[in-house]
């Protein structure tokens, strides 16, 4: 029987020094996370409270949606709101009622906060206080409307997701009883056809009761409570886990869910928490593992020995890092992430190999001469580094496409490790075919 190694504390990049950068950074703010959330929360709409920029942002990030009306806009602060001609509280009411007339199934509200609504201190968290008061209480549908912080002032793009996450804690029913059945409460969004195949997981290790937040709709908010045993999903969610843990939940360490290995310690990590029997949790895991470990191997031979670096932008870098180590042989030249959390990241510092070059924050010019003087295979960036390295020679991967995509767990683990190869064999083709074509391609 194949079962997981346990981790010792003492190994890999547990004790790591991490060089700390503060300087100018090149990342997406949080406004960014609306692209996945709107998707993820069916009855939820986000409005930006911010400028044409913010607006163009999103648009862009998002895509031009054809067949629905998006579940996200942006309500322009314009001149007169600067100049303190409008009364800013009151255009926020004035812009919501004529949103909730023509959209009478938004049930849940975020009012977004962005760097135009923090520069001129506009308090969100008050109008969506007076504003839910209003709609709970008026005939006809109930809205909740609640507010967080997109800005891209000191965020990176994923803290999005946290802020709206932890926004949305203390609408979480309260589950009462101390000695009431664990429940386990999974955390963060993934994409819903992740979501069922941890279900089914769950189901035949026949651990239960499974909730996960946030839920696909406004009304199925999960109960919390010190019954609840949560399993983090995603690496950025310090803010929402410090707002469960004061509702009582116990956080249940583990690595993140990428890769055959990844995925198979998350759910090792809620099965001793569970107390599921050891024969039962082999007998539900082995036939997802094995496909995931075979479509893993089928990219190994493009990666193995390949050297990559990584730009801090997802939050995500370590737990790739991992995966792309261990599971496909690449060599990790520098791994850069926006926030190292060590508690959140234990299990994945562990498992690092001796040695690996980390890094907290950026300082992008700096960083560049590392990345320079490396010259890895594969670098890992944010879209405003992408082209101009890609123009030095430089192979690229975007960070951001991580996040847009459905990674987790077993039977995404090829297409994982495929989307680092991909980047590898178009420059090779180009390579390849010359400089005429690689011009027109
Ligand atoms: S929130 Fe700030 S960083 Fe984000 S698009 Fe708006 S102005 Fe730009």
Redesign the pocket.
């Known amino acids: 029987m194949s079962r997981v190694i346990p981790l010792h504390p003492e190994s890999g990049c547990s004790d790591a020094p991490v060089l700390r950068e503060r300087g100018q950074r090149e990342v997406?703010?949080?406004?960014?996370g609306i692209v996945w959330l709107h998707r993820k929360i069916q009855d939820a709409f986000f409005l930006?409270v911010?400028?044409r920029?913010?607006a163009?942002?999103?648009q862009s990030a998002a895509g031009v949606m054809i067949f629905a009306e998006p579940r996200f806009a942006t309500a322009i602060i314009d001149e007169r709101d600067l100049a303190g001609i409008a009364d800013a509280q009151d255009e926020i009411d004035r812009v919501v009622g004529q949103l909730l007339s023509r959209r009478p199934e938004i049930k849940l509200l975020f009012l977004v906060?962005?760097?135009?609504?923090e520069v001129i201190k506009l308090d969100l968290a008050k109008a969506a206080q007076r504003l839910s008061q209003r709609l709970l209480l008026a005939p006809g549908p109930k809205v909740r409307v609640l507010s967080y912080s997109?800005?891209?002032?000191e965020t990176t793009f994923t803290q999005g997701e946290d802020a709206c996450l932890a926004a949305l804690v203390p609408e979480m029913p309260v589950a009462l009883l101390q000695n009431a059945t664990p429940s386990l409460l999974i955390v963060g969004v993934l994409a819903d056809v992740v979501e069922d195949q941890f279900i089914r997981l769950f189901a035949a290790m026949g651990l239960g009761p499974v909730q996960f937040f946030p839920p696909r709709r406004a009304g199925a908010m999960p109960a919390v409570g010190p019954a609840t045993r949560m399993l983090l999903a995603q690496p950025f969610l310090a803010d929402t886990a410090r707002a469960l843990e004061a509702r009582g939940a116990q956080r249940l360490e583990a690595p993140f869910p990428l890769g055959a290995e990844g995925t198979e310690r998350w759910l090792q990590a809620a099965a001793d928490a569970f107390q599921v029997d050891p024969l039962r949790f082999e007998q539900a895991v082995a036939p997802a593992r094995q496909r995931a470990r075979h479509a893993v191997a089928v990219q190994r031979p493009r990666l193995a020995g390949k050297r990559i670096f990584f730009f801090p932008d997802s939050q995500l870098e370590l737990p790739l890092a991992r995966f792309l180590s261990r599971e496909l042989g690449m060599v990790l030249t520098e791994v850069g992430t926006p926030y190292l959390h060590r508690a959140h990241l234990a299990s994945e510092l562990a498992l690092l190999p001796v040695g690996t070059f980390l890094s907290e924050g950026q300082h992008v010019d700096q960083q560049l001469d590392r990345c320079r003087a490396q010259a890895p295979d594969l670098v890992v960036c944010g879209l405003g580094l992408a082209n101009p390295l890609e123009a030095e020679g430089l192979t690229t991967k975007w960070a951001i496409e991580l996040v847009f995509s459905p990674i987790q767990g077993f039977e995404q683990a090829g297409d994982l490790a495929e989307l680092f190869a991909r980047p590898l064999l178009r420059r090779e083709k180009l390579a390849g075919a010359g400089p005429a074509t690689a011009l027109a391609a």
């Open positions: 997406f703010c949080g406004l960014t930006v911010g400028s920029t913010c163009h942002l999103l906060g962005s760097c135009p609504s997109g800005s891209g002032i």
